[in-house]
């Protein structure tokens, strides 16, 4: 499936949903922010989000810092 995500052309494999990508990205289990074409998909959402063909996905990760 062809996907946007931050910005760049990503071939996805086997990502079905929002959660399935974010592993399939090494991303699983960690802090991230997902923006899903333009609205924020809360972590308890993500199993539960499918992902279609062309969809827009922006990746924030959380950094800790003072």
């Not at 399939?24 to 997902?34: I, L, N, P, Q, S």
């Not at 308890?44 to 499918?50: E, I, K, M, N, Q």
């Amino acid at each position: 499936m062809k996907l946007t995500v931050n910005g760049e052309a990503y071939e996805a494999k086997r990502a079905e949903t929002v959660t399935s990508l974010l592993e399939e990205m090494g991303f699983g289990g960690r802090a991230v922010v997902v923006v899903l074409n333009d609205e924020v998909i809360p972590a308890v959402s993500r199993d539960a989000c499918g992902l279609r063909e062309g969809d827009c996905i922006d990746l924030f990760r959380l950094v800790g810092g003072g």
